[in-house]
């Protein structure tokens, strides 16, 4: 199983990217989804996560209302679209995903993980 995630990059305080996250090797329609971060110092946390049929999601309190997670599941694809981009946003996003959606909140309920990509917002 591979769960390559893309999409990050440099871009200034208010900008946008998309976070793409597409799994080989794995029946994505039966996973969960979720991202979570890492800054340099810093705690992986959660971000965002989506239900088995994309239709519920979920957010932390710091990205709620400016970030978007959506599941495709016949693009087998997974997107974070991030608007309104702060610097406190900086780090390194991963995508996840999780067989049983026990605890989206916690990096342990997850059974796979991505590389991760690089976001830097700049003041």
């Known amino acids: 199983v591979q769960l390559q995630a893309s999409g990050g990059g440099l871009v200034q305080a208010g900008g946008s990217l998309r976070l793409s996250c597409a799994p080989s090797?794995?029946?994505?329609?039966?996973?969960?989804m979720g991202w979570f971060r890492q800054a340099p110092g810093k705690e992986r946390e959660f971000v965002a996560a989506?239900?088995?049929?994309?239709?519920?999601?979920y957010y932390s309190d710091s990205v709620k209302g400016r970030f978007t997670i959506s599941k495709n599941n016949v693009e087998n694809t997974m997107y974070l679209q991030m608007n309104s981009l702060k610097p406190e946003d900086t780090a390194v996003y991963y995508c996840?995903?999780?067989?049983?959606?026990?605890?989206?909140?916690?990096?342990?309920?997850?059974?796979?993980w991505g590389q991760g990509t690089q976001v830097t917002v700049s003041s």
């Open positions: 996840a995903a999780d067989r049983y959606g026990t605890d989206y909140t916690n990096a342990n309920s997850y059974d796979y």
């Open positions: 090797g794995l029946a994505f329609g039966i996973y969960s």
């Open positions: 989506v239900s088995v049929s994309g239709i519920n999601t």
